[in-house]
């Protein structure tokens, strides 16, 4: 509230102003008195203006007929969906569809342009999803779901006389295939690697959404041990040498080779990490001390995830060779470190973690990358997977990652 107050003495008694909406959409304008102080009178004050504020939502479409495609479906998504639909994934996708796609297209494009929400017709549409259908292959399908059911919802509320959606073109999605475990395959896989030497990376890969390649190239000075982040700063990759001696036609692969490599431009990113996560950490410290004294020839160069007879990194297909062994073992479905990352995006998904969020903590070059991939698990209308792991705590464990 500003200095000047809202309250004002007359006639023995603290007063302030008043304004209430008519059914015809006229304000009318008066005042409340006989309040004994003046923080009283102020305090009455914020509740008849709230309200009022309250009224000026709810009937500003009425007020103004003439408002505009994309100003309307933001007033659709925060005044109606949002009080229909609960906070889930499928919501968590129409907001980005609705913020990310749609409105933005409208504001900044020349070729369709925003027009008057009375104005939009078939033709219009066609075109508009026509230009939103290139920037992912599953934006066409999305952007005439989310525009079907806010037009429908125009027509109930008599904003606009028919749907005129149903004329639209059909956008068909190719839905990406996203395997991931159950809530207990997950806690058995965990369960079953902790005296693994692979579980730590396990971990990175689950509460982390680390690549391979980012983990296998992590070194112990890139984690923080007092506030609990981690640099991601490299990646190790394996870099094929051919055969000096090769035939026509016929490409022989000697060897491969680790090659240290910087990260894209967007996977550069300090993430924090549970408390587990750190524990382990230093306890691979420790391992990594105790085989360093134990042979003189140990390579000094600090990877967390490293050869115990000579100190090397991994190759990062060691990661995956290590689970497709383990998961037969333990009867779980065969899963690759690429899994454990899309577990991660779907546990953080599940927690209603903002899209651009998950899209920083992922590494990924551009929300779009995301969307298109996480898409079928966003349409989920029930819970996916509880995720609740009461050995490991993991929703305590992502709530420290974000």
């Not at 059909?170 to 079953?192: C, F, M, S, T, W």
Request: aromatic letters at 12%; charged letters at 30%.
């Amino acid at each position: 509230m500003s200095n000047k107050s809202v309250a004002f003495f007359e006639r023995g008694s603290w007063h302030h102003r008043t304004k209430t909406l008519k059914e015809d959409y006229t304000v009318i304008y008066g005042k409340k008195g006989g309040f004994k102080t003046k923080e009283e009178a102020e305090k009455s004050y914020e509740k008849y203006n709230n309200e009022y504020e309250k009224q000026l939502r709810d009937n500003h479409l009425n007020i103004d007929k003439e408002v505009f495609f994309s100003y309307y479906l933001i007033y659709w998504y925060e005044n109606i969906f949002k009080d229909r639909e609960p906070e889930n994934t499928y919501a968590l996708g129409v907001a980005y569809v609705i913020y990310n796609m749609i409105v933005p297209f409208l504001r900044q494009n020349d070729y369709v342009r925003d027009i008057k929400l009375r104005l939009i017709n078939t033709n219009y549409l066609n075109s508009l999803l026509e230009e939103l259908a290139k920037i992912t292959s599953s934006a066409g399908n999305k952007c005439q779901e989310v525009l079907s059911i806010a037009l429908k919802d125009a027509k109930n509320e008599h904003y606009i006389v028919d749907e005129p959606m149903k004329g639209t073109k059909k956008y068909k999605r190719n839905k990406p295939k996203i395997k991931i475990l159950k809530k207990e395959e997950l806690k058995k896989l965990l369960v079953n690697s902790q005296e693994d030497p692979w579980y730590l990376e396990i971990l990175l890969a689950v509460f982390c959404g680390l690549r391979k390649g980012e983990i296998i190239g992590l070194k112990f000075t890139d984690f923080d041990w007092d506030c609990n982040v981690l640099r991601i700063r490299r990646q190790l990759v394996c870099n094929p040498v051919l055969d000096s001696e090769m035939e026509i036609n016929k490409v022989n692969v000697g060897k491969y080779t680790l090659v240290e490599k910087a990260p894209k431009k967007d996977s550069y990113r300090n993430i924090r990490v549970p408390k587990v996560i750190i524990k382990e950490i230093k306890k691979r410290k420790k391992e990594y001390e105790f085989y360093k004294q134990q042979n003189i020839n140990f390579c000094e160069e600090e990877y967390i995830s490293f050869n115990r007879n000579n100190g090397k990194p991994h190759f990062p297909n060691s990661f995956n060779d290590y689970l497709y062994r383990k998961c037969p073992q333990i009867a779980i479905p065969n899963i690759s470190v690429h899994v454990l990352r899309h577990m991660f995006a779907t546990i953080l998904l599940e927690k209603g973690v903002p899209l651009v969020k998950i899209v920083a903590l992922l590494g990924h070059s551009s929300p779009n990358t995301t969307f298109e991939i996480y898409c079928d698990i966003m349409d989920e209308r029930e819970k996916i997977l509880t995720f609740i792991n009461t050995t490991f705590k993991s929703e305590l464990l992502m709530e420290e990652c974000v």
